[in-house]
């Protein structure tokens, strides 16, 4: 059972940056993706990055060149520069386990924190 806890989350104006935390109680020991999803008011859940155990990166086009997925030891990171209204979300930390594919697919991974929110002002 992996445990995930986000931390990082708050108000920012637009164009700002900030850095979300996801500090995990264990990494598998078999191929896995950790990765950040968020979801809007109103919208599905979308990945918007994802990291490998061979560390290997995904992101969504809509954060391409303005956030970064990173690890270190047992927390997960998502730097955020350049902020936006459309980045305002609950973001959540997720686990796949047993394969090191990034899906885009919420449905594919096995853990999950409970989130944390993100609100982007103009």
């Known amino acids: ?5 986000e931390s990082g989350g708050g108000s920012w104006q637009s164009g700002g940056s ?3 935390s996801c500090v995990a109680s264990e990494y598998p020991n078999n191929g896995y993706c950790m990765a950040w999803f968020r979801q809007a ?3 599905e859940r979308e990945r918007v990055a ?3 155990a061979n560390g290997a990166t995904v992101y969504a086009d809509s954060v391409k060149g303005r956030f970064t997925i990173s690890r270190d030891s047992g927390t997960l990171y998502l730097q955020m520069n350049s902020l936006n209204t459309e980045d305002t979300a609950m973001y959540y930390c997720a ?3 047993g394969w090191a594919y990034c899906s885009p697919s919420s449905t594919a991974y096995n853990y999950w924190g409970r989130g944390t929110q993100v609100t982007v002002s103009s």
Not at 1 to 5: I, R, S
Request: a positive charge.
């Open 95 to 97: 686990a796949r386990v």
């Open 50 to 52: 994802g990291i490998a």
């Open 41 to 43: 008011p109103g919208k």
């Open 18 to 20: 900030l850095r979300l």
């Open 1 to 5: 059972q992996v445990q995930l806890e």
